[in-house]
């Protein structure tokens, strides 16, 4: 291909989506500029602790689970919920051929990441609302940062390649209703670069006022997302169709740091300290919830039955996460950096409240006769404490403050199984504009399952490169 006609690609967003573009652009043999507004690369990609899903792994094989292509589709489709029952009115969008790719395509995605970036995706784990382990991490660096930090170095290597960082894309440019490129700010300056364009600029979950907007009820709460306006203007300015948008997910334990109660972006509390014994105490000191349920059931559970509490103009609740020994040892990698970080501490037992105390006796007795649950919670992890009163009187747990807290936003805009973004009005795509990631929506319906967020940055950001480097 001589230079004069070797195409240009510009990613807008350094996250998972634009990286997995970036590289199949580049593959393709385009020229690829990748911009991005921070100075810091890796957008909410490089803070994903839990993994990728993958269905019909080497992983999944070695650690003996049976998964089929079809049971992660219906695993996706049945957490989608009604959104997936009701037929689409936008033109050329295909929910289920969105899914379909997606499950497919999974286990190439995290044999991708893997045998050819390098990324140890060895591990799996089984996520709520998921029928089988199938979402996959490696044994040290959280999966987030190691599958950003990896595929950025190995982009870095190409000569074909221009990373632009603290480069604010401002708005498409287009022409006869193509688009031809983007402008952007750079040190106070306003640039153009020409070329057909990906945008993955991510979610707006750190967008309080667009949160306000599509999900007034949740105004003030918390999010696990750093402050960032979203980028979803830069598409229906040039005609994209957003669907979705009021589907927003909570997760149900962000910490609360006592040095800071107020503070709008919260840490999560990962779904592990649940899944290997934690369990979750009102204010009044009981339980009220099958810690194990899904996100959605969790955060209800939370926000229904209790009061909310405005601290510094932030809404939220004050909920107990407790881990008794046998579940502090169990999650000891991530419990060591928590308490750390002030989040979690160890406490007496009997130093707490009288309600509290009796609360775990009554759990740990439970557990120990082995019998049901009454909030019908499946597995009790590694609880060990055991309910005698000189067990209780001696023992010492983990204690920490956990609120729901904005998460994930599902919707965003329409695309098309290759990445292409369709049009509000007359059909179609825009031509010269892919998108991929948080930004596009669709695929999670009204709730994303675990994981696959990553995994869709993956299947629709290497679909988009490639789509936008051959024009098609
Ligand atoms: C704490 C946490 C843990 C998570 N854990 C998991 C997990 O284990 N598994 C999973 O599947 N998902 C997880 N998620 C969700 C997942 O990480 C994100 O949804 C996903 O990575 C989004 O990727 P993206 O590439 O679409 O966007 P991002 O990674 O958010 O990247 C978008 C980038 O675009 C840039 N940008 C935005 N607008 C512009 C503009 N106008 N000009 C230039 N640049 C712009 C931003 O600066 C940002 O760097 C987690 C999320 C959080 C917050
Ligand atoms: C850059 O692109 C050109 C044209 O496609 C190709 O010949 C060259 O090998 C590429 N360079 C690298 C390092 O990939
Ligand atoms: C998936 O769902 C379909 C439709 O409900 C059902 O017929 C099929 O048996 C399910 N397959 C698996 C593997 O769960």
Same mark, same amino acid.
């Given at each position: 291909?001589?230079?004069?006609?070797?195409?240009?690609?510009?990613?807008?967003?350094?996250?998972?989506?634009?990286?997995?573009?970036?590289?199949?652009?580049?593959?393709?043999?385009?020229?690829?500029?990748?911009?991005?507004?921070?100075?810091?690369?890796?957008?909410?990609?490089?803070?994903?602790?839990?993994?990728?899903?993958?269905?019909?792994?080497?992983?999944?094989?070695?650690?003996?689970?049976?998964?089929?292509?079809?049971?992660?589709?219906? +695993? @996706?489709?049945?957490?989608?919920?009604? /959104?997936?029952?009701? %037929? &689409?009115?936008?033109?050329?969008? *295909?929910?289920?051929? #969105?899914?379909?790719?997606?499950?497919?395509?999974?286990?190439?995605?995290?044999?991708?990441?893997?045998?050819?970036?390098?990324?140890?995706?060895?591990?799996?784990?089984?996520?709520?609302?998921?029928?089988?382990?199938?979402?996959?991490?490696?044994?040290?660096?959280?999966?987030?940062?190691?599958?950003?930090?990896?595929?950025?170095?190995?982009?870095?290597?190409?000569?074909?390649?221009?990373?632009?960082?603290?480069?604010?894309?401002?708005?498409?440019?287009?022409?006869?209703?193509?688009?031809?490129?983007?402008?952007?700010?750079?040190? +106070? @300056?306003?640039?153009?670069?020409?070329? /057909?364009?990906?945008? %993955? &600029?991510?979610?707006?979950?750190? *967008?309080?006022?667009? #949160?306000?907007?599509?999900?007034?009820?949740?105004?003030?709460?918390?999010?696990?997302?750093?402050?960032?306006?979203?980028?979803?203007?830069?598409?229906?300015?040039?005609?994209?169709?957003?669907?979705?948008?009021?589907?927003?997910?909570?997760?149900?334990?962000?910490?609360?740091?006592?040095?800071?109660?107020?503070?709008?972006?919260?840490?999560?509390?990962?779904?592990?300290?649940?899944?290997?014994?934690?369990?979750?105490?009102?204010?009044?000191?009981?339980?009220?919830?099958?810690?194990?349920?899904?996100?959605?059931?969790?955060?209800?559970?939370?926000?229904?039955?209790?009061?909310?509490?405005?601290?510094?103009?932030?809404?939220?609740?004050?909920?107990?996460?407790?881990?008794?020994?046998?579940?502090?040892?169990?999650?000891?990698?991530?419990?060591?950096?928590?308490?750390?970080?002030?989040?979690?501490?160890?406490?007496?037992?009997?130093?707490?409240?009288?309600?509290?105390?009796?609360?775990?006796?009554?759990?740990?007795?439970?557990?120990?006769?082995?019998?049901?649950?009454?909030?019908?919670?499946?597995?009790?992890?590694?609880?060990?404490?055991?309910?005698?009163?000189?067990?209780?009187?001696?023992?010492?747990?983990?204690?920490?403050?956990?609120?729901?807290?904005?998460?994930?936003?599902?919707?965003?805009?329409?695309?098309?199984?290759?990445?292409?973004?369709?049009?509000?009005?007359?059909?179609?795509?825009?031509?010269?504009?892919?998108?991929?990631?948080?930004?596009?929506?669709?695929?999670?319906?009204?709730?994303?399952?675990?994981?696959?967020?990553?995994?869709?940055?993956?299947?629709?950001?290497?679909?988009?490169?490639?789509?936008?480097?051959?024009?098609?």
């Amino acid at each position: 291909m001589s230079p004069a006609i070797q195409p240009t690609v510009i990613v807008v967003g350094s996250g998972l989506a634009g990286l997995s573009a970036v590289y199949a652009a580049l593959q393709s043999g385009a020229r690829v500029h990748l911009l991005d507004r921070s100075p810091k690369l890796g957008g909410n990609s490089i803070k994903a602790s839990s993994g990728i899903n993958g269905a019909g792994t080497p992983a999944q094989e070695a650690a003996g689970v049976k998964d089929t292509q079809t049971q992660f589709y219906n +695993d @996706t489709a049945r957490s989608g919920g009604a /959104r997936f029952k009701t %037929a &689409s009115t936008i033109p050329g969008f *295909d929910r289920e051929a #969105l899914v379909t790719r997606l499950s497919t395509e999974s286990a190439d995605a995290v044999r991708w990441l893997s045998d050819e970036i390098g990324v140890d995706l060895s591990v799996v784990a089984q996520l709520g609302g998921h029928g089988v382990a199938r979402t996959h991490r490696g044994k040290g660096k959280p999966p987030g940062a190691s599958i950003v930090l990896t595929l950025l170095d190995r982009l870095k290597a190409s000569d074909n390649f221009t990373l632009l960082s603290s480069a604010d894309v401002t708005s498409l440019l287009q022409h006869d209703g193509a688009v031809t490129g983007v402008a952007y700010t750079q040190d +106070d @300056t306003e640039h153009t670069l020409a070329g /057909r364009v990906v945008v %993955a &600029s991510g979610g707006f979950a750190g *967008d309080a006022s667009m #949160l306000a907007t599509y999900t007034p009820a949740l105004a003030g709460l918390p999010s696990t997302n750093d402050p960032r306006p979203g980028s979803h203007a830069l598409l229906t300015a040039v005609g994209a169709q957003l669907l979705d948008m009021d589907s927003v997910q909570i997760h149900p334990t962000g910490f609360v740091d006592p040095a800071t109660p107020g503070a709008r972006l919260k840490f999560l509390a990962g779904e592990m300290l649940r899944g290997e014994g934690g369990i979750l105490l009102s204010p009044s000191g009981s339980r009220f919830v099958n810690e194990l349920d899904t996100r959605a059931a969790v955060s209800k559970a939370i926000m229904d039955a209790f009061p909310s509490v405005d601290e510094d103009g932030t809404r939220q609740w004050d909920i107990t996460l407790l881990l008794d020994p046998g579940a502090a040892a169990a999650a000891a990698s991530h419990i060591g950096f928590y308490e750390w970080k002030g989040l979690l501490r160890k406490v007496k037992l009997a130093t707490l409240s009288p309600e509290v105390v009796a609360s775990v006796r009554a759990y740990a007795a439970a557990v120990d006769a082995g019998s049901a649950d009454p909030f019908s919670r499946p597995a009790y992890g590694h609880w060990k404490l055991k309910p005698d009163a000189e067990s209780l009187a001696q023992a010492e747990v983990y204690i920490g403050r956990i609120t729901p807290v904005v998460h994930y936003t599902m919707g965003g805009a329409a695309i098309d199984t290759g990445g292409r973004v369709l049009r509000a009005t007359g059909g179609g795509v825009v031509p010269g504009l892919w998108a991929a990631g948080e930004v596009t929506g669709g695929v999670h319906g009204d709730n994303r399952l675990g994981g696959n967020s990553l995994l869709e940055c993956v299947v629709f950001g290497l679909a988009a490169g490639n789509g936008a480097a051959r024009g098609s």
